[in-house]
């Protein structure tokens, strides 16, 4: 198989009781593992297969991209949490947000509410762009690779995410990832790669 499901950076139930073991083995071990059985599916026998997730992502599109996307998405928020994550991020990030948005509940803010407002499925991030951090949302499997941004940190808001521990309750489950699972440490080693790169 030319792609393979990653193992989680945690167990199962390490995110609980924020995020339950219910909604991280459905998550990870149905949703994001059809993606990868339906990419390795649509690769088969074609040029792409000898390709990295990242080749397909900026050259495909249609089912090709969607799968591929959704792979690279799943694995990027698997690392965008952590046990005993969430609060005010501090270091070299915590310094860049009050510079790009004034501060860090303003930041914050902007993020819940990018998350909450995205219509349908979707994901809400923070981006790197041009040198300045930027909240950004987007539909479906879309992703800031395709938009010359370089990714930080995310949240997955397809329904699938939250629909388990919160039912429909997205602004609660944006909120409970905010306070307990956002990896802030994640998120700055990606933005001083980013910024060295
Ligand atoms: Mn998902």
Not at 124 to 132: C, E, N
Not at 160 to 179: G, M, Q, V
């Amino acid at each position: 198989m030319a792609f393979t499901l990653s193992d989680l950076p945690y167990g199962s139930d390490a995110l609980a009781p924020h995020m339950s073991a219910e909604t991280l083995s459905f998550h990870h071990g149905k949703h994001h593992k059809t993606y990868v059985d339906n990419l390795n599916k649509l690769v088969q026998d074609k040029p792409e297969a000898s390709k990295t997730l990242e080749e397909i992502i900026l050259s495909a599109q249609g089912p090709l991209f969607n799968n591929a996307a959704q792979i690279w998405n799943h694995d990027f928020f698997w690392k965008s949490m952590r046990p005993g994550g969430g609060g005010t991020p501090s270091g070299e990030l915590g310094r860049k947000i009050v510079e790009d948005f004034g501060s860090a509940e303003a930041f914050a803010t902007k993020l819940s509410t990018a998350a909450a407002t995205q219509f349908g499925s979707g994901w809400a991030w923070l981006v790197l762009d041009q040198g300045k951090l930027a909240v950004t949302a987007t539909s479906n499997a879309d992703l800031p690779l395709k938009h010359n941004q370089k990714a930080l940190l995310t949240i997955d808001v397809w329904e699938h995410a939250y629909y388990i521990d919160h039912r429909n309750a997205r602004p609660k489950y944006i909120e409970t990832f905010l306070t307990h699972l956002a990896n802030w440490d994640f998120a700055q080693a990606n933005l001083l790669a980013a910024s060295r790169g």
